[in-house]
């Protein structure tokens, strides 16, 4: 009882804090996107919001976009990451240098390497001056546009570089607490080096991998400065087409707005539904 | 049934001054039990690994059958390692460990679970297949450690320590099953081992590996009864050392003058004898007046501390002799001359030897 | 084998490095037109320009530096006590808790903060510094709690308990046992939130309505209106603090890594 006691106000202030903001914030963006604010005479709870933006075909575009964005980028550097693992498992020459610049980037703000994308891949980047200095192009808009494009190879770009070194540090750390020695059993016992890797170090940090994935997921899903950087004006990400809207001077957008930050969210628990189901899994095993 | 032969094989790691392993050549014949001895550091698991192929050795040949596999990757070698512990797969089931080496051959899944089967009816755990690794006690564990090595019917089976996580009397057990299901099989074995008792009990021949040197390679006996050093000698208990010098089957010291038999070595040297091979009372050959120093009751036998000539000897006898006797006496004991062997006068390892005693 | 992965060893060294690159020239760099590939002159003017009083980067810097270091103190006033109640019992409702906790990790801020700006209107904390602070206490505490449950697991309590009989008072316990072995574990979980802090941007453009303006958001100001020399700079001072946490903390900095690894015990 003495416990429960202690353990309580232990806890108390934190979730309270966490409590009055996350979900008092979110609670808000709710009952806003169902039009109810009595504080400017909404009363009347009603789903008018979402039934416009389920509507409109601008918004399947952005979801469409988002939904794009997300999922390449997570595969890409997850796929990435596993890879720059393995290879920072083994010693090599310059594997401190390469070490640190995994850690360097962990503690870059996204939006620096957002910038720096921006001056490598523009049409009259780094990339389109050494296109042009090789003979490839004879001016800018001859470079293929990788940034402000409807593929959205820059944002991707950016995730990419941001998340392979998060990912990459855990399913790191992940590896070297296995060690390597059930492989090394695998190896004696008949496995290639595919077999050795597929049936018996991928199962046993795939639970790391897809909580990190899940984590890469949900940020780059929700993320507003990196699209509003280097996205094309249409169509726009989920979370820019929100703000946009939220900031709008006609009030009327803003349950729309509202509904859009609802429908981010519920794609976000969906991942954090995933993570924990991961990490359970990877408690029991 | 595969020969095995090791040639020059030696090893130094990167960064390291001393080599791990120091020009060991050794000759396994097909289906032996063969046990690699030595304090832990001195090679013997390197040795196992480059063996197995998960290292690449500095120089040297392994060869199976004549043939050198050193440029086979770990997996077509056919030699199977089983590590000190169990490292069972924590996501498969004991039957899909089992079965690892046999899906990884793409083999029919019915041909597996029936040969999974099998092994687990051999290693007389027939009930655990759907088990979790994490369900399993670490006896449990080593056994299907060992059913996934012997399902593939491997040339060649690599045990390193395989019974040092084990409770004694689990130990006893494993100890047991490996010999018997070595002897089924047939399958050439090599298990490396700190234990001296583990290697004479198991063996059919030691090698005995000090500071990543080969020290000696024959049956157990000849450890106790022939050591090439006095390092060695030590290593399996030995601890009488007598210097002399030995001439025409006599060896003169401060003991006086020793019958040793004929065929050994002449000039100086070192004379040793067991503990237990000491005799009360005389004999025909070899009776010297002892003063007994120390006596101490060990249960199975008495230890003896006896002083002749200056010369501290130590004996083992059956306690009912002993039990009379007091300290200070002075009472006969004689040396039985086909128990006495002549070691090199100076011990080829004197620092080896002081190393090991520290590890004991 | 080895050759292949001296090729990816360079591959991955180059990725990781190229984006900062042209950033760091453009600081230094005088009209540098197309298709140069270097700068035609050199110059620390757009260094002199962000240090000067008129660019606000000075103002803006020390406002980032305030409301990280508030946003900090309060994590480790709120997380510290939360993170041990966490990782040192075990109790019904655990898990429960722990997803309270972890989900403004993985929630996009944009949909917390658009609501809490409508009660922050109410309360007069928009586009204050203090609603900015308390708005970055969302994703800051979390880490800090996640962070201290995993150094409490690895402590063992029953030295407090040893301390007590030995005649320490609780405080003179806290004090001289408790403190002495988390403090490591608070120091790289401060960093850690002060870098999380650092780098707010949604979060401090809706709370702050554009008022509290912070680095990345004068950043991305200067990046929008093309001047890439002045972007060059900012960018390299907006940096420095991970720079510097990374040479101090070595490689402790995997505070994100252990929303994987999840609750101590």
């Known amino acids: 009882m003495q416990d429960r006691l202690k353990i309580t106000l232990l806890l108390t202030p934190a979730l309270t804090v966490i409590g009055v903001l996350f979900f008092g914030g979110l609670g808000f963006s709710l009952l806003r996107s169902f039009n109810y604010m009595p504080i400017i005479g909404m009363n009347d709870p009603n789903l008018d919001a979402y039934r416009s933006v389920l509507a409109s075909p601008q918004v399947y575009r952005s979801l469409a976009l988002t939904l794009y964005i997300a999922a390449t980028s997570t595969l890409i550097a997850s796929v990435l990451a596993v890879a720059t693992a393995l290879l920072l498992r083994r010693s090599f020459r310059g594997r401190a240098i390469a070490s640190f610049l995994v850690h360097l980037n962990l503690t870059i703000p996204h939006l620096v390497g957002a910038i720096g994308i921006l001056y490598l891949f523009s049409q009259s980047g780094s990339f389109a001056r050494m296109a042009y200095g090789v003979g490839l192009i004879t001016k800018p808009a001859d470079f293929p546009a990788i940034v402000f494009d409807p593929y959205a190879i820059g944002i991707i770009a950016t995730y990419v570089w941001k998340e392979l070194p998060f990912i990459t540090v855990i399913t790191l750390a992940n590896m070297q607490t296995l060690g390597n020695d059930h492989e090394s059993v695998a190896r004696t016992l008949g496995a290639s080096r595919w077999q050795a890797f597929r049936h018996v170090l991928l199962p046993q940090i795939m639970p790391g991998l897809l909580s990190a994935s899940a984590i890469v997921f949900a940020f780059t899903f929700g993320a507003y400065e990196i699209p509003a950087l280097l996205g094309a004006s249409a169509p726009q990400t989920l979370p820019l087409m929100a703000y946009r809207g939220f900031t709008d001077v006609n009030l009327a957008s803003h349950p729309q707005a509202m509904a859009l930050a609802m429908l981010i969210a519920a794609v976000s628990a969906i991942m954090i539904a995933l993570y924990t189901r991961a990490l359970r899994n990877k408690r029991r095993g | ?360 | 084998m080895a050759h292949l992965r001296r090729m990816a060893a360079i591959v991955l060294i180059s990725w990781l490095v190229l984006p900062l690159v042209p950033l760091a020239i453009w600081s230094f760099a005088r009209g540098w037109t197309f298709p140069n590939l270097l700068p035609q002159n050199w110059t620390l003017q757009p260094w002199a320009f962000a240090l000067s009083p008129q660019s606000g980067v000075l103002h803006s810097l020390g406002l980032t530096t305030g409301i990280a270091l508030a946003a900090t103190a309060l994590s480790v006033l709120l997380g510290v006590p939360a993170g041990r109640a966490l990782g040192q019992y075990k109790f019904r409702g655990k898990t429960l808790i722990e997803l309270i906790i972890l989900a403004p990790i993985i929630m996009p801020g944009i949909a917390v903060a658009m609501g809490l700006q409508s009660v922050f209107i109410g309360l007069h904390l928009n586009n204050t510094v203090t609603g900015v602070v308390l708005v970055h206490l969302i994703p800051t505490l979390p880490y800090m709690v996640l962070v201290m449950s995993g150094i409490f697991a690895a402590y063992d309590p029953q030295v407090e308990d040893q301390a007590r009989s030995l005649g320490a008072s609780p405080g003179q316990v806290f004090r001289h046992i408790t403190l002495p072995a988390i403090l490591p574990g608070i120091i790289v979980g401060a960093m850690f939130t002060f870098l999380v802090s650092w780098s707010q941007y949604i979060l401090t453009l809706v709370i702050g309505g554009g008022r509290v303006q912070t680095l990345p958001l004068l950043l991305f100001q200067f990046a929008t209106s093309g001047r890439n020399d002045i972007t060059g700079a900012i960018g390299m001072i907006y940096i420095l603090p991970g720079v510097l946490i990374l040479i101090l903390t070595a490689r402790h900095l995997t505070g994100r890594s252990s929303a994987i690894t999840g609750f101590g015990q």
């Open chain 2, 1 to 360: 049934m595969t020969h095995l032969s090791i040639t020059d094989l030696s090893k130094t790691y990167p960064s390291a001054p001393q080599p791990a392993l120091n020009n060991l050549t050794l000759d396994i014949p097909s289906g032996s039990l063969t046990a690699l001895l030595g304090p832990s550091g001195c090679g013997k698991t390197t040795a196992l690994k480059i063996i197995a192929g998960l290292l690449a050795p500095t120089s040297g040949d392994v060869r199976l059958d004549g043939t050198s596999i050193l440029s086979q990757s770990p997996d077509r070698r056919g030699a199977v390692m089983v590590f000190q512990n169990p490292l069972l797969f924590p996501h498969m089931t004991v039957a899909e460990n089992i079965g690892f080496g046999l899906s990884m051959r793409h083999l029919p899944k019915a041909d597996i679970a029936a040969r999974v089967a099998e092994m687990l009816t051999l290693i007389q755990l027939p009930n655990i297949g759907p088990r979790r690794p994490s369900q399993l006690s670490g006896g449990q564990a080593q056994r299907v450690a060992l059913a996934r090595a012997l399902i593939l019917r491997p040339r060649l089976l690599l045990l390193d320590e395989p019974l040092s996580n084990l409770d004694t009397t689990l130990r006893a057990e494993m100890r047991d099953l490996i010999r018997s299901l070595q002897r089924t099989t047939g399958i050439t074995t090599i298990f490396v081992t700190h234990d001296q008792e583990e290697a004479v009990v198991l063996a059919d021949q030691i090698a005995l590996i000090l500071d990543g040197r080969l020290q000696q390679f024959g049956p157990p006996d000849a450890f106790f009864k022939r050591p090439a050093t006095q390092t060695i000698a030590r290593f399996f208990g030995g601890v009488n050392f007598i210097a002399g010098h030995n001439k025409g089957g006599t060896f003169s010291s401060a003991l006086g003058a020793l019958l040793v038999q004929a065929d050994l070595r002449e000039g100086p040297g070192t004379l040793t004898i067991r503990p237990e091979n000491i005799r009360l009372g005389a004999a025909k050959h070899n009776t010297v007046q002892a003063t007994l120093l120390e006596r101490t009751y060990l249960g199975v036998q008495t230890r003896l501390i006896l002083c002749v000539g200056g010369v501290n000897l130590e004996a083992s006898v059956n306690p009912d002799d002993a039990a009379q006797l007091d300290i200070g006496a002075i009472l006969p004991i004689n040396l039985p001359p086909e128990s006495l062997w002549l070691l090199p006068q100076i011990s080829t390892g004197a620092n080896q030897s002081k190393a090991f005693v520290q590890h004991q």
